[in-house]
Nanobody, 119 residues
Framework: QVQLVESGGGLVQAGGSLRLSCAAS????????MGWYRQAPGKQRELVAT???????NYADSVKGRFTISRDNAKNTVHLQMNSLKPEDTAVYYC?????????????WGQGTQVTVSS
């Protein structure tokens, strides 16, 4: 079992900043990647940013240059610094962890944290 605890969501005006954090605990032996996804009302969940244990990052085109993902491998935490926020960034943001197990990859999700950007 893997537990993910997210924090940092909230309400912010357009142009503002928020920082999301996610801490993973439990049966963690080898993390392949950690990252963030989001889901807006009526839309599918989409990738925001991920970072592998080797430090490779991947960002959605819509957030490049505005969002920065960072990890603390020793603490099994991942952060998402979100700057220059836009109303279209409004969504529930989910932390995601991919763990390498003997049986293959295991995917875990946080409970989600709401980010609302007002215009």
């Amino acid at each position: 079992q893997v537990q993910l605890v997210e924090s940092g969501g909230g309400l912010v005006q357009a142009g503002g900043s928020l920082r999301l954090s996610c801490a993973a605990s439990g049966s963690i032996f080898s993390i392949n990647s950690m990252g963030w996804y989001r889901q807006a009302p009526g839309k599918q969940r989409e990738l925001v940013a991920t970072e592998t244990s080797g430090g490779s990052t991947n960002y959605a085109d819509s957030v490049k240059g505005r969002f920065t993902i960072s990890r603390d491998n020793a603490k099994n935490t991942v952060h998402l610094q979100m700057n220059s926020l836009k109303p279209e960034d409004t969504a529930v943001y989910y932390c995601n962890v991919v763990i390498v197990r003997m049986s293959g990859l295991s995917y875990s999700w946080g409970q989600g944290t709401q980010v609302t950007v007002s215009s």
